[in-house]
Every structure is written in C-alpha cells, then in structure tokens.
C-alpha cells in the first residue's frame, strides 16, 4: 500500500503561482510513477502532469509551458510548480501514484488539495 498526502493548495489571482506537493509512504520502493491530475466542478477527473521513475514526463497540452512536475531523487515527493495560473485552472488537484506489485500495476490516490484561481 502506498498513502500519499498533498499539500500546497489555495487561492491565487490570475497570472499568479502556486506548487503543490505530494509526499508518499508506505511501499514506495515498487513505486513507477507519479503524476497529478485535476477535477473542476462538474468534470470528469484529468491528467496533468506524470513522471516515471526514469524521468519521463507527460504534461496536458493546456499546461505545457505553465506546470513543471518533478520528484525528488528517494521518490518519496512529487512537487507541481504552477505559473501563469489561470481561472480554467480551477479544480481539485489529486496526486497519482503507480506501484509495480509483481506483475500487476496498482494505483494509488491522496485526499485532493483546492486550487482557486480567482481575481
């Protein structure tokens, strides 16, 4: 089982910045991969951002230029450093995590930090 927890959330004004991070324990050692992902108000729930353990890196296309993911070198945190925020960015944030269990891929889910983004 893998537990993560996120932090960092809050209320921005447009243009502003924010990073989120997300600290994980439990068995993280079998941990593949971590990643955010979003849900606003009457949406389904979206990718934003991955990275694998070999440093590979996916962002939404309405991100790409504005989020950077990263993750420390123990894998135990991931961080989201959110610039040019804008109001579409309004949403739930949840961390991601992908553990490999022998040959079968689990994924686990933090409680969701708020982010507003708002004049």
């Known amino acids: 089982q893998v537990q993560l927890v996120e932090s960092g959330g809050g209320l921005v004004q447009p243009g502003g910045s924010l990073k989120l991070s997300c600290a994980a324990s439990?068995?993280?050692?079998?941990?593949?991969?971590m990643g955010w992902y979003r849900q606003a108000p009457g949406k389904e729930r979206e990718l934003v951002a991955t990275?694998?353990?070999?440093?590979?890196?996916n962002y939404a296309d309405s991100v790409k230029g504005r989020f950077t993911i990263s993750r420390d070198g123990a894998k135990k945190t991931v961080y989201l450093q959110m610039n040019s925020l804008k109001t579409e960015d309004t949403a739930v944030y949840y961390c991601?995590?992908?553990?490999?269990?022998?040959?079968?891929?689990?994924?686990?889910w933090g409680q969701g930090t708020q982010v507003a983004v708002s004049s």
């Open positions: 990275i694998t353990n070999y440093g590979s890196i």
């Open positions: 991601n995590a992908g553990n490999l269990v022998g040959a079968t891929q689990e994924y686990f």
């Open positions: 439990g068995s993280i050692f079998s941990i593949n991969v």
